[in-house]
């Protein structure tokens, strides 16, 4: 569990195949701190750290995983948004996240206000119903508040901290992030479901 507020970025040092899964060599400044087993959100996905070294760690991704978020599209050089997971005795200061990527969605448009970034992202339209205006939502594991809420758009403020210490400044339109939906959202909806059922 994680709350989507970034900690770090990390970069990737290498790729490796491996049959259908992928090796990512991950260097962080929190790698030393980290250990085998823990689980660690990379742009919003939960992966679990397999080796450690002093600056780097190595994860696996799998064919599911790389079937429904853009780690597919990760290569040498690339920035990750990392967050360990949630202490169970500290202040929950995003919104409930679990690190499994419900689509992968489009930058449309980037505006620089300022002062703050606006960004506006297309996601797939039979979604709609895990989205609200002013509700929270999970791009690349940062959490974030939408508002201007279409059937497959949204859009999203971004305060000069949350743009200076994520990778959310490499974000372009065309870009494409990993997207999470509020997990409250969706029991209701899953709850919406069987009562209209029954």
Known sequence: MFTGIIESIGNISSV???GTNKIFRISSPIAHELGVDQSVSHDGVCLTVESVSESSYQVTAVAETLSKTCLSHWKPGSRVNLERCL?????????IVQGHVDATAICKNRQ???????????????????????????????SLTCFDVTDDEFSVAVIPYTFENTNVKDLLPGSLVNIEFDLIGKYVERMIQFNKAG
């Open 16 to 18: 490796t195949m491996k």
């Open 87 to 95: 202490k169970m005795n500290g202040r929950l200061d995003g919104h």
């Open 112 to 142: 620089d206000k300022q002062g703050s970034w606006i960004f506006r992202v297309k996601f797939p339209e039979h979604f709609k119903n895990l989205i609200i205006e002013k509700g929270s939502v999970a791009i690349n594991g940062i």
